[in-house]
């Protein structure tokens, strides 16, 4: 017997939710602040709340999805729905950061109810595929006892842990990654036009360049979580080869009057590590910056 679903917002990613729940067979209800979103699910066999606290009092699972925790905590806050999610699990996939989430599973939590924090890491139109993921912390009982629901919504669906911000905190250090390569791509993009590059031939030498960045990638992981800062003989690239390449990029900037604002920050690391450092250490000795601004205390003298 498949559980009784209440999805609170029925936007992009809400409404493909409640579709996703409908298409596997979940009873599911929907509630909006605007009722006329609602509509096309109901036409699809949602049952529309005609309260939150109506769709909360009759579902075992309730799944938040709204703009942002403010919204959501309009939603949940009041007496009667507070008083309504004793015995509940919620799934909060409202996007948020790791202290959001862990003040939502205080507050949730206090009220009786299981609380999973999730993010999701797809567009809607990706919601309910094999290969999406989404990320989940939060109590591992709930985890465990909605697992087949959880993996409707997405097959690669993963438990990050019982600390209900490590969901959030993994999405944003994910998210992270991806910024600094979508910044990367329109500096690029801005260096290979100003040469009178066709974008289509840079996207093509990008395509080709790809596996060699996502293994350089991994092998800066692989080498921080080992401290494995100063360069030897497995170092792809050593800090000084780096930023000898990298002094071409700031010069292109110049000569061709492009922005440099993100080169420039991407220089002072630079040339912060190489005058604290050393030029033969790995890329991955840089790390230290990232945390708390100083280098690696074990870093030998700058002339070994
Ligand atoms: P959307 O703008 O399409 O929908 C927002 C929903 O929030 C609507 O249902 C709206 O009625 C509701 N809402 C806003 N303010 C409210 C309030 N004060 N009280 C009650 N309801 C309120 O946005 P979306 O794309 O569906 O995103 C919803 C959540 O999912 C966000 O937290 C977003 O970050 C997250 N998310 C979206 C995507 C995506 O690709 N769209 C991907 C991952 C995560």
Redesign the pocket.
């Known amino acids: 017997m498949k559980s009784n679903v209440c999805v609170?917002?029925?936007?992009?990613?809400?409404?493909s939710i409640v579709r996703t729940l409908l298409d596997q067979g979940y009873p599911t209800s929907v509630w909006?602040?605007?009722a006329a979103?609602s509509e096309p699910l109901a036409a699809l066999g949602a049952k529309v709340a005609a309260s939150v606290e109506d769709g909360v009092g009759a579902a075992e699972v309730v799944i938040v999805?709204?703009?942002?925790y403010?919204?959501s905590k309009?939603?949940l806050r009041s007496d009667n729905v507070a008083s309504a999610l004793s015995g509940k699990a919620i799934i909060q996939?409202?996007?948020?950061s790791p202290r959001l989430a862990r003040e939502e599973a205080r507050w949730v939590e206090a009220r009786g109810a299981g609380y999973l924090d999730g993010?999701?890491?797809?567009?809607?139109d990706f919601v309910g595929k094999p290969e999406t993921t989404l990320l989940y912390s939060g109590s591992r009982e709930v985890y465990d006892r909605y697992k087949p629901l959880l993996l409707a919504l997405g097959g690669g669906t993963s438990y990050v842990g019982e600390v209900p911000g490590q969901a959030s905190a993994l999405d944003t250090a994910l998210l992270t990654q991806m910024w600094g390569g979508l910044f990367g791509t329109l500096q690029g993009m801005a260096v290979a036009e100003a040469e009178g590059l066709d974008l289509l031939t840079f996207r093509g030498h990008l395509a080709a360049f790809k596996p060699v960045v996502d293994a350089a990638l991994f092998d800066v992981v692989d080498r921080t979580k080992a401290h494995r800062f100063a360069g030897d003989e497995a170092t792809l690239a050593s800090l000084g080869a780096h930023y000898s390449a990298f002094r071409h990029l700031l010069e292109a900037c110049e000569e061709r009057g492009l922005s440099a604002a993100m080169p420039r920050a991407m220089d002072q690391i630079f040339q912060k590590a190489l005058s604290l450092g050393s030029g033969t250490d790995d890329f991955a000795s840089l790390f230290p910056l990232f945390q708390n601004g100083s280098v690696r205390q074990e870093r030998k003298p700058a002339h070994a």
Do not use: C, E, Q, Y
């Open positions: 609170l917002g029925a936007g992009r990613m809400g409404s909006n602040r605007t979103k999805n709204v703009l942002d403010a919204a309009t939603l996939l409202t996007s948020g993010a999701i890491m797809a567009t809607p």
